[in-house]
Structures are given as C-alpha cells and as structure tokens.
C-alpha cells in the first residue's frame, strides 16, 4: 500500500504536488494504471488509480473515498518542553505518531533550556510519519506556548501532570479508556514546584509513568504508548 499526502482535494481527480509526484513516479517508479491510497491529513483516505504518470504532476482518479478512516473514540493531547537536542523532539514526534497522537503542543518551562522550536522541520517529520504507518489524520502541532498560558486553557477531557515526585497516580489507575486526555511532560530538569502546584490547583492530576526515571522524550513516548495500549488500539 502506497499512501500519498495532498491537502484540498475535491472532485474526482487528485494532482499531486511536484515531491509527491516525483517519489510515486521516479523513486516508487510507479506506473499508469497502479493503484495507490491518498490522505489529506484530515481523516480522509483515497483509493485512487494513476490516470497520468507525470513525474512532476501525477493525476489520480478516485476510485473510493473512506471517510474517518482508522479513527479512535479518544483524543490524546500532550504538551512537551522543547530539547536542548532537536532531534530527540522529532524522534518523539516521529513515534507517537505511528503509535497514535492527536495533538502536540511545546510549552515553554521554567527549566525548558531550548527556547525555540523549527515548526516547518517539525510539520515535515509529522507527515512522512503519517504517511509511513499509514494514518489518515495528521496530528495538530501548536504554537510554542508558556506553560502557565497553556494550562489556563480549556482542555477537552482529563489533565494529568507526569512529574518526578511521590505525590502521584500511575497512568494505568488515573486514565480510563475511551477518554479524552492531556498530558503534560516536562524538561530534563522537570517542572518547577511552583508549575506543579499551578497545573493542580487548576485540575491537573499528578500522574506517574512508572519507576525508571526518564528522559522528556522516552516520557512523552511512554505516556502515548499507555494511553494507546489501555484503549487496546
């Protein structure tokens, strides 16, 4: 199965745009007639045929549309500080797409130490991991935000806190299946007392990922895992 990523599509035809065109006919070396699958990143899937082979604007014609293809009765939101590593933020990207995300937001920390992101890098390692385990929906990446700002939003469902302390629930006891959640992951020197205590006092729950203390990423990963795992998806 082939998946391609292009956003606005509608009628009967699909022209890819030049990168798209050129990795399905010059490095796939696909052909007139092969059958491929298209997403828009919305939910959206494509059955398509090849009707022109133009490596720089390959046309599709639709053969069967699939609409909220593969999609879960949950939404997972987690909030993540920037790494003082950039690649360690797009590895953490990369894999909980595959394992199943909703939504990113990087948030600024007291102790967050890399104070910006690269949000065009970061929307391209998104979609290359989409289209790699075959998804359909395209995780939101937010702005980067201030951790006390992000908090005082409205987020749908529950709210936990993974930090390092004693005053916890493990995530397998705080979270129940089928539930919209928001998890906050901290940075390498955790979050402040003072983040702790502002993120409960609004309703976030102090949760734990288990004894091994752990790198923002691995943390960030583990939580995606236990949210996907404890919904059997």
């Excluded at 935000?145 to 992000?150: G, H, L, P, V």
């Amino acid at each position: 199965m082939h998946l391609f990523y292009q956003t606005h599509i509608s009628g009967k035809t699909i022209c890819l745009e030049e990168n798209e065109s050129k990795h399905c006919i010059r490095v796939l070396r696909l052909k007139l007639n092969d059958e491929v699958w298209v997403t828009d990143g919305t939910g959206m899937m494509y059955k398509a045929q090849i009707s022109d082979d133009n490596p720089k604007a390959c046309i599709l014609t639709i053969h069967e549309t699939i609409k909220k293809y593969g999609e879960r009765p949950y939404k997972l939101h987690i909030a993540i500080s920037p790494l003082q590593n950039a690649d360690r933020l797009e590895w953490f990207l990369e894999k909980a797409t595959e394992a199943g995300i909703d939504e990113i937001t990087p948030i600024l920390c007291e102790h967050t130490e890399k104070k910006h992101i690269n949000p065009e890098r970061l929307q391209k390692v998104l979609i290359a991991a989409m289209k790699q385990s075959l998804k359909a929906k395209l995780p939101t990446l937010n702005k980067l935000i201030k951790f006390s700002d992000f908090v005082k939003q409205s987020h749908s469902g529950i709210k936990g806190i993974a930090y390092c302390h004693d005053k916890r629930i493990h995530i397998s006891e705080w979270y129940k299946p089928n539930t919209d959640c928001t998890i906050l992951i901290g940075p390498e020197g955790d979050f402040s007392e003072s983040e702790i205590e502002l993120a409960e006092k609004i309703g976030y729950t102090g949760i734990s990922l288990g004894n091994s203390r752990l790198r923002t990423e691995t943390a960030a990963l583990s939580a995606c895992i236990a949210v996907n795992l404890l919904n059997k998806s």
